[in-house]
């Protein structure tokens, strides 16, 4: 107990806006920012269940639910809002831009996406080209690319599995994903990302950078990394993650 006088350190709170099917992030998220002293990661579920072009599926992603989920982590006085999920991916990059403006007008809060902290990265370490990992279906995947090339990210190589998710991504193993980024890096692209938040390819990034020399960013590594900038904290203090964590020219914030 604390004795009467005494007040704690300001604690540093990330708040993150979960898919209600993903398994993968919150424990990820955790584990990343466990050795940061008087830092933590909490979470708002909304409903995911399926990643697709349906009219359904596609509607999961509206604004509504989001900010219902903001406006409840809010409440914990948390110093960042990030949307960790991919979906802008497929939606195009405005859609992130618009929800983050919309969370920042609600709360007051600082907010953030994966999808745009990876852009955001690889601008950062000059990746015009990237190669890209992910669960998706054919159709999503393609609108990925696209999107991306918008931006001006051209995507050199990319292996994906075709599935409509979004619980079954979480049983992707470990040895699964490191086979496709190993394929993909076959062509030597500036970087490499592994881009869905239910997948478990963070825990796989140090090993795999250590083997093939290719950065290799993560989206829930990503969102962690910009939210702790949102949040004036350091991201190097985060070990064993990856060389997003450690590079010099990835420690200021950006703006994209």
């Known amino acids: 107990m604390l004795e009467a006088g005494l007040v704690l350190k300001k604690r540093v709170l990330l708040g993150m806006l979960t898919p209600s099917s993903n398994t993968v992030l919150e424990p990820v998220t955790s584990a990343m920012v466990a050795g940061l002293n008087g830092v933590s990661a909490h979470f708002g579920r909304f409903r995911v269940l399926e990643i697709s072009l349906k009219g359904n599926a596609l509607g999961q992603f509206e604004n509504a639910p989001l900010l219902t989920a903001a406006r409840l982590l809010a409440d914990a006085q948390v110093d960042v809002i990030a949307w960790n999920g991919t979906s802008a991916g497929w939606l195009g990059f405005d859609a992130d831009r618009e929800l983050c403006q919309e969370i920042t007008e609600v709360t007051g809060i600082p907010a953030t996406t994966s999808t745009l902290a990876l852009a955001e990265a690889f601008e950062a370490v000059g990746a015009s080209k990237y190669a890209l990992v992910s669960p998706y279906l054919h159709e999503i995947q393609e609108k990925i690319v696209a999107n991306f090339e918008k931006e001006g990210f051209s995507c050199v190589a990319e292996r994906h599995l075709n599935d409509r998710g979004n619980f079954s991504f979480s049983e992707v193993t470990e040895a699964q994903i490191s086979g496709m980024v190993r394929e993909v890096a076959a062509v030597a692209p500036k970087v490499i990302t592994t881009y869905c938040t239910n997948l478990r390819g963070a825990p796989a990034v140090a090993k795999l950078e250590q ?46």
């Open 211 to 256: 083997e093939l020399g290719i950065p290799i960013f993560d989206s829930i590594s990503v969102v962690v990394w910009k939210s702790l900038l949102l949040a004036n904290v350091d991201p190097r203090g985060v070990k064993g993650w990856g060389r997003l964590f450690s590079d010099e020219t990835l420690m200021r914030e950006r703006d994209v």
